[in-house]
């Protein structure tokens, strides 16, 4: 099983979460942009509703 070596420090840590947090949010935007031109009938993608 991998274990870490060494502590990661504080500033790698933050910067991959903020990584993370960026696509989380970006994806998330995205998401809700769909939603609304669905909702709005201002659609032209080709996603398939059920």
Known sequence: ???PKK???KAKKNARKSVWKKKAD???Q???SLAK???QGKTTSD???Y
């Open 7 to 9: 502590r990661t420090s």
């Open 1 to 3: 099983m991998a274990v």
């Open 26 to 28: 970006k994806a998330a």
């Open 47 to 49: 996603y398939l509703f």
């Open 37 to 39: 031109s669905v909702l």
């Open 30 to 32: 995205k998401s809700l």
